[in-house]
């Protein structure tokens, strides 16, 4: 079965302090892995998407990371902002034969709380 | 260009009765989709539509209906509403072209089945 594991499932740090965040995947076959910002009551907005032959993509201060060997992925963010609360969602997309649509596993996401 | 945009943001159903969710994108995408956001539970895809006039089940469609009369509008009706479909919905769309086509998400619509 494919799932999607993500931890820890809450986190609170700092303003101006890193943190990373975890996501474990057994998705099969693989085809990308998305990693979504989810503000409250909002919707999900990208932050990156990454392939199999990517194993770190940025995108300001969100970095991620990708391990395609031990499925595995990671989400730094360094210099943390307020506005970075939110809930951090680790997306497994599947190769789907010819077809251009791959069923996206989503994960339960990590809540990251900001304090000043 | 306002992307995905979902009507209504909120509502209260009483058990038994319909309504109907209304997912319009500006956005020219090919593919369009219903999720449920549950507590502790990732997105989980109701149904989908790889173009107008098409649509297709997902994981958990049972006790929904979808219509994509429209490229632009992809709609989810609930027949008969239940507690259990007590949840915040999601529209997204996509282009289909490429391995890295994104995903645009709508703001949600917060449904209670009371």
């Known amino acids: 079965k494919n799932q999607v594991e993500q931890s820890p499932q809450s986190l609170i740090i700092l303003e101006g302090k890193n943190c990373t965040l975890q996501c474990n995947y057994t998705v099969s076959p693989f085809s990308n892995l998305r990693w979504y910002k989810q503000d409250t009551g909002r919707g999900p907005v990208s932050l990156t998407i990454?392939?199999?032959?990517?194993n770190t993509k940025s995108n300001g201060r969100y970095t991620a990371t990708l391990d395609a060997d031990t499925k595995q992925s990671s989400l730094h963010i360094t210099a943390s902002q307020l506005s970075d609360s939110a809930s951090y969602i680790c997306v497994v997309s599947v190769r789907n034969g010819g077809t251009s649509y791959g069923k996206l596993t989503f994960g339960q996401g990590t809540i990251l709380t900001v304090h000043p | 260009n306002a992307g995905v945009t979902q009507t209504p943001k909120f509502r209260v159903l009483k058990t038994g009765q319909s309504m109907t969710l209304l997912c319009a994108q500006d956005m020219n995408h090919e593919y369009m989709y219903w999720y449920r956001q549950d507590p502790g539970m990732g997105l989980r895809l109701i149904h989908y539509s790889v173009g107008e006039g098409t649509t297709a089940k997902g994981e958990v469609p049972d006790g929904y209906n979808v219509s994509r009369l429209k490229k632009q509008n992809f709609l989810l009706g609930l027949e008969s509403a239940a507690p259990s479909q007590t949840s915040v919905y999601f529209c997204?769309?996509?282009?289909?072209?490429?391995?890295?086509?994104?995903?645009?998400f709508g703001s949600g619509t917060r449904l209670t089945v009371v």
């Open positions: 997204a769309s996509s282009f289909w072209r490429g391995i890295n086509y994104g995903y645009t």
């Open positions: 990454m392939t199999f032959s990517e």
